[in-house]
């Protein structure tokens, strides 16, 4: 059983287009986070959500925590080709293990 | 910024051979992990530690070892390796963001194994 389920799994779009990629658990956590990978090298830290309703903008990405705190959605801006990469959602389950818990990724294209 | 080293970013090794993965951080943090990233399977923690010579098992560490002699180094031992374990694998270093723990990972070792 996957924890947290990302969607899509794959997606490819153009240069300019709004995105969002979704991570979506029946779990509560006591936070979630973001990450992005790209092609070759380790995850980077993109954010960290903790409170119900949080929203954090980074420049053109947009993360929010869903108020019951199960799922968490990353909203993009008009791409651009920089932005492709794998992204990681991760969270720690609220009373379970202190074991952080990723989805499996979503991994965006972005062409010029 | 904190650092995490990979040394070895590629490895080729034969069936059977014993492989060391290194990492290396450049701060004073207790925490260490290895993972495995595989397609379709995402990261699977293979095992970690809080401290000097402390070690836990993670979800699969069947086929492999760890070492930690000193703070800084975190090694991964496959004492022989297998055609199975052809993987990336990712070394990251525990710490603390927005109130939660975190991670900052290395630039990962590719690892085929004939």
Known sequence: ????????????????????????????????????????????????????????KLKRLTFQFGDARKDSSLHITAAQPGDTGLYLCAGYIQGGSEKLVFGKGTKLTVNP | DVKVTQSSRYLVKRTGEKVFLECVQDMDHENMFWYRQDPGLGLRLIYFSYDVKMKEKGDIPEGYSVSREKKERFSLILESASTNQTSMYLCALGGRNSGANVLTFGAGSRLTVL
Do not use: A, D, H, M
């Open chain 1, 1 to 56: 059983t996957q924890l947290l389920e990302q969607s899509p799994q794959f997606l490819s779009i153009q240069e300019g287009e709004n995105l969002t990629v979704y991570c979506n658990s029946s779990s509560v956590f006591s936070s979630l986070q973001w990450y992005r990978q790209e092609p070759g090298e380790g995850p980077v830290l993109l954010v960290t959500v903790v409170t119900g309703g949080e929203v954090k």
